[in-house]
């Protein structure tokens, strides 16, 4: 008779794994209820609409439905990437979301880290509150008051004009939509964004800070010796999923404050959908313009994580 050898791990045998699964989750009954909800949404919304992106390779009518259309290939992207707009959108997009990367991905560790030095817990608490505030706000709210700001008569314009300027409607320059996206985005999430952070850094061992004390080592040598590197791993995984979104500049947000005259600047992939797919009824472009920037997102979060792996040993998966 065979004998498992110490060490060994023996794995359950193939015909046995149903039982088991079926085990497991009369054991864990009520955690698989939790997780039904879940489940149920990523497969309505993201899974079943997979099915549609065939559309991006036929000539979409809704009268004949998908089996219906006509298949005309890789059409679609070949009218886009031939396009006038094609290096516009691809542009925009690009600029936006490394602009959002550089100035907004650290905002919130920065302000973790100066929370983390603050020792009024009453201060620091008033902090944490203003800044989460922004982020449960109505989108449609937030640029609302951003209109309102940059107005010609608004607070902004106010400032401006209080020290010799002069006033303008900003929304109306091209060269002022990126800024103002950008820093408007960071002042809408930078308090949310920290809640990781300083979850991360609750964490992190306190003796590590004692023997950094004991070495001589003060707050600014305890931040770059001990907080930052028990913050790494969160770090770099924040920063794959940054990285994944970098062609997903949200439509929503665009299209409430662009207008004709920043197209030049404004104009992304997703808000050139949204005007192509549902104003114009070109469903099929769309899709494939669609595609076209779920595949190169995919890619960069394969990318990412690949190379976070070989750098650092740590990745998604």
């Not at 060490?7 to 359950?12: I, K, L, T």
């Not at 608004?154 to 929304?171: C, K, P």
């Not at 040598?221 to 920063?239: C, E, R, S």
């Not at 690949?306 to 650092?312: D, V």
Request: aromatic share 14%; charged share 15%.
């Amino acid at each position: 008779m065979a004998q498992t050898k110490p060490g060994h791990r023996s794995f359950p045998h193939a015909g046995h794994l149903p039982a088991q699964i079926l085990k497991d989750i009369v054991r864990n009954k009520y955690l698989y209820v939790m997780l039904t909800p879940v489940l149920a949404y990523f497969l309505v919304f993201q899974y079943i609409p997979m099915y549609g992106a065939i559309i991006a390779f036929k000539e979409f009518n809704p009268r004949l439905g998908i089996h219906g259309s006509a298949w005309v290939g890789l059409e679609h992207f070949k009218d886009f990437f031939g396009g006038m707009y094609f290096w516009r959108v691809l542009k925009n997009t690009l600029m936006i979301s490394l602009y959002d990367l550089v100035f907004g991905f650290p905002a919130p560790l920065v302000l973790a880290l100066l929370l983390n030095e603050v020792k009024n817990s009453l201060f620091k608490r008033a902090v944490q509150t203003v800044t989460y505030l922004p982020h449960f706000i109505s989108i449609v709210v937030i640029c609302g008051i951003l209109k309102d700001f940059t107005n010609s008569d608004g607070v902004i314009n106010d400032i401006i004009a209080f020290f010799g300027g002069e006033r303008m409607t900003m929304l109306l320059e091209p060269s002022l939509f990126r800024t103002i996206f950008v820093s408007s985005n960071i002042w809408q999430h930078i308090g949310w964004g920290t809640i990781i952070y300083l979850a991360a850094l609750s964490a992190i061992d306190p003796e590590q800070y004692e023997a950094c004390k004991i070495d001589g080592g003060g707050r600014w040598k305890q931040m770059l010796h001990v907080t930052l590197p028990g913050l790494l791993p969160v770090i770099v995984i924040l920063l794959i999923l940054d990285i994944g979104r970098i062609m997903s500049v949200g439509f929503e947000k665009i299209i409430l404050l662009y207008n004709p005259t920043t197209y030049v600047t404004a104009d992304v992939i997703s808000s050139y959908v949204y005007r192509i797919g549902l104003q114009d009824f070109q469903f099929s472009f769309s899709s494939a313009v669609g595609l076209f920037n779920s595949v190169i997102n995919f890619a960069l979060v394969i990318g990412s994580n690949w190379l976070s792996r070989r750098l650092n040993n740590t990745s998604l998966w």
